[in-house]
T-cell receptor
Framework: QQQVKQSPQSLIVQKGGIPIINCAYE??????FPWYQQFPGKGPALLIA?????SEKKEGRFTISFNKSAKQFSLHIMDSQPGDSATYFC???????????FGKGTKLTVNP | EAGVAQSPRYKIIEKRQSVAFWCNPI?????LYWYQQILGQGPKLLIQ????????DSQLPKDRFSAERLKGVDSTLKIQPAKLEDSAVYLC???????????FGPGTRLTVT
């Protein structure tokens, strides 16, 4: 049972573009929503995370937007660079960073 | 600070054989996780340890998978016997506590033929 649905599966943008990756969850008890970045041959690395008491969080060029009523959250990458080319996973959990449920991932390609 | 170490990085075995993976978490991290990442999917939690005790193994196929974390530091994950559908990347992660960020190792890519 997939509890976090992520889209799109793949995304290609030009350098400087703003890719947007969306996730929707079902379990209203989830209260921790991280995004992970994974490069080929590497493990996922935490990029940014949000809790439902705020609607937006920015860290550098990465922004999470959160819509509690719609049970959706999204990742925006400002001024995207070729080095941002990676697979991005959203995740959700209840009560902390344990028992994370991951989306299926979005492969982002940023062309020069 | 050294990251999470895993070995081997790659393993190819035939179905019905056994295999073991090793993980050394970041020093001082009490919580350790094993994930299975099938190609094209996100990681799926198999088991979570708090020190040397199991917190959650609800998604671990216990008829063939086993894991231990002796002395609350290193951990091993074993599959016996392996099936074709076990082909995946096995990721180990650790965190200071269950409330803190998880740090992932590079994973072990298992191919079962």
């Amino acid at each position: 049972q997939q509890q976090v649905k992520q889209s799109p599966q793949s995304l290609i943008v030009q350098k400087g573009g703003i890719p947007i990756i969306n996730c929707a969850y079902e379990n209203t008890a989830f209260d921790y929503f991280p995004w992970y970045q994974q490069f080929p041959g590497k493990g996922p690395a935490l990029l940014i995370a949000i809790r439902p008491d705020v609607s937006e969080k920015k860290e550098g060029r990465f922004t999470i937007s959160f819509n509690k009523s719609a049970k959706q959250f999204s990742l925006h990458i400002m001024d995207s660079q070729p080095g941002d080319s990676a697979t991005y996973f959203c995740a959700a959990s209840q009560g902390g960073s344990e028992k994370l449920v991951f989306g299926k991932g979005t492969k982002l390609t940023v062309n020069p | 600070e050294a990251g999470v170490a895993q070995s081997p990085r790659y393993k190819i075995i035939e179905k019905r054989q056994s295999v073991a993976f090793w993980c050394n978490p970041i020093s001082g991290h009490a919580t350790l996780y094993w994930y299975q990442q099938i190609l094209g999917q996100g990681p799926k939690l198999l088991i979570q340890f708090q020190n040397n005790g199991v917190v959650d193994d609800s998604q671990l196929p216990k008829d063939r998978f086993s894991a231990e974390r002796l002395k609350g530091v290193d951990s091993t994950l074993k599959i016996q016997p392996a099936k074709l559908e076990d082909s995946a990347v096995y990721l180990c992660a650790s965190s200071r506590t269950s409330l803190h960020e998880q740090y992932f190792g590079p994973g072990t890519r298992l191919t079962v033929t």
